[in-house]
């Protein structure tokens, strides 16, 4: 049986979850928002995979880089270079 209930959004972008739904998480718990064209999910970060987490994060950082080079912020570079900037890390 699917349960249901209807929340509100604040002005700060809050969303109370309601109680009988708080009762599967506690204070502190992280959450997995996941996004579709018509959903949004909460899931609790502990039933998600490690590796998961770990490539929504490579995801996200890869996103921000190429939003930064699309933007201009890019540092162009040869393979000789590349390669010695990367020894650095």
């Not at 049986?1 to 109370?16: F, N, W």
């Not at 109680?19 to 997995?32: A, M, P, Q, S, V």
């Not at 996103?63 to 540092?75: D, L, Q, S």
Request: aromatic share 8%.
């Amino acid at each position: 049986m699917v349960e249901m209930d209807i929340t509100k959004m604040s002005s700060k972008g809050q969303v109370v979850i309601p109680f009988n739904f708080r009762k599967h998480i506690k204070e502190g718990d992280t959450l997995i928002v996941l996004k579709n064209k018509e959903q949004i999910i909460l899931k609790p970060a502990s039933s998600m995979d490690k590796q998961f987490a770990e490539d929504m994060e490579f995801a996200r950082r890869t996103e921000e880089a190429y939003k930064r080079i699309e933007a201009g912020e890019g540092i162009e570079m040869g393979f000789d270079e590349f390669i010695e900037e990367m020894k650095k890390w």
